[in-house]
């Protein structure tokens, strides 16, 4: 209801369209194309790209936004991965739910902004989708969880140094295995860690005096050797320029070649990649403040959800239907848009099916029901019993089933 006032107001503010209106806040946005997708329906749709890497689609540039759209994929294809920014457009409504019930959760509640729900005050959507290849205007894509049709706002580049969190250098290595001395540091993570701990800290996980860079104990490890620094411009090395930005002049990677990544930092990444509680990275955090390394963490609910993984089979009859379809652009009826052969059909209805892609309510209260998805050009027929599902019958999608979604 509330949502539905704001929208009111909001209508009846006139936007003010100028060279100030992103200033203003603003917000102008414009589709820069339209999925094509192998899933025509939310039904079925995997709730996240890594549920089935044969799903495919692609994206066409619109010349309604540059005159020439494949200018703005020059460079593109040098990526293995992008993220997908679109509009969850068959949403219904804007939602206004501060708490969802994610599938994972069982039913449980939580916030909206801590899950991936399609149901939020923006519907905006993130995937990070594998790109199979660039050509002219046009990306094709593998491993999405969007439906066809669905607008796109922005594609970006996956930079998994960008975009993975990474490792911080312990504060005390840094000094310790820093060729500089104190006052030759160069601007970087380095002096702003440096400008930090001058001003004598009160919290118990920053180096005390004793252990400072400016005790003599510490300044024993630091190599008085200025020559190893001779790639960084000499510039660089003064403390002058203190609010210098530390990727303007001095980037990162120059300290991780220098300094290696303690042993246990290595240990930590790798845990990272396990299931990691709360409990258990606030304590390791706790117990390894200055090796910050483990720092991404989930909660338990995401990895370890109570929803079994299926086990997945088809009944002959379904398995022979199948196996009637066609490679594209192959002759006969009826064939695939995207999947090149049966058996990669199949594997990615298995890889669909096996998440369990009801809805808690259809999964806790119509257990016995038929559920139907598509997928590609194939109708797809299954049914759920205790720890596995079962197509049954696959069947080309109609055209009209298709015009009509
Ligand atoms: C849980 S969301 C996650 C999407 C994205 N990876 C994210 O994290 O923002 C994925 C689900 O959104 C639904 N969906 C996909 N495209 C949609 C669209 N255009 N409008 C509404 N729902 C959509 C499908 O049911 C799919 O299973």
């Avoid at 503010?13 to 025509?40: D, H, K, R, W």
């Avoid at 995997?46 to 044969?54: A, F, I, M």
């Avoid at 594209?328 to 298995?350: L, M």
């Amino acid at each position: 209801m509330q949502c539905e006032d704001q929208n009111k107001k909001e209508k009846e503010v006139q936007p003010q369209i100028g060279s100030n209106s992103l200033e203003a806040g603003t917000i102008l946005t414009t589709p820069i194309g339209y999925i094509e997708s192998c899933f025509m329906t939310k039904n079925g749709t995997p709730r996240q790209p890594s549920v089935c890497s044969l799903s495919r689609g692609c994206l066409r540039i619109s010349k309604s936004v540059f005159n020439n759209p494949e200018h703005s994929l020059i460079g593109l294809e040098q990526f293995s991965h992008v993220w997908i920014v679109f509009v969850f457009h068959k949403n219904g409504r804007l939602s206004c739910k501060a708490k969802v019930q994610p599938p994972r959760l069982n039913g449980a509640k939580t916030g909206v902004f801590s899950t991936r729900s399609p149901h939020r005050p923006n519907a905006i959507g993130l995937t990070l989708v594998r790109l199979e290849k660039v050509e002219g205007s046009t990306l094709y894509l593998s491993g999405i969880d969007i439906i066809h049709g669905t607008p796109v706002v922005d594609i970006k580049p996956y930079i998994p140094e960008y975009d993975s969190p990474q490792p911080t250098i312990p504060f005390e290595d840094v000094q310790r295995k820093s060729p500089y001395k104190q006052d030759e540091s160069p601007n970087c993570a380095l002096s702003e860690t440096y400008t930090e701990t001058e001003e004598k800290s009160t919290r118990p996980d920053q180096p005390t005096s004793d252990h400072s860079p400016h005790s003599p104990d510490s300044e024993q490890h630091i190599p008085d050797n200025p020559s190893k620094i001779t790639d960084i411009p000499k510039e660089t090395s003064k403390l002058e320029d203190q609010n210098l930005k530390r990727t303007e002049k001095m980037p990162f990677p120059i300290f991780e070649d220098q300094y290696p990544r303690e042993p246990e930092c290595e240990k930590a990444t790798k845990d990272d990649l396990l299931t990691f509680t709360q409990e258990k990275a606030s304590k390791s955090t706790a117990a390894n403040n200055n090796c910050r390394t483990g720092e991404s963490f989930v909660p338990t609910w995401v990895r370890d959800a109570p929803v079994a993984i299926l086990k997945v089979r088809f009944t002959p009859h379904a398995e022979k239907e199948l196996m009637q379809f066609k490679a594209p652009n192959s002759t006969g009826e009826p064939s695939f848009r995207y999947f090149q052969s049966p058996e990669e059909a199949k594997c990615a209805i298995s890889n669909v099916l096996c998440a369990d892609p009801r809805s808690v309510y259809r999964r806790k209260q119509c257990q016995d029901r038929l559920f139907y998805f598509s997928l590609d050009t194939v109708h797809v027929t299954c049914w759920f019993g205790d720890g596995f599902a079962e197509v049954l019958r696959i069947q080309p999608i109609r055209e009209n089933a298709k015009a009509q979604s």
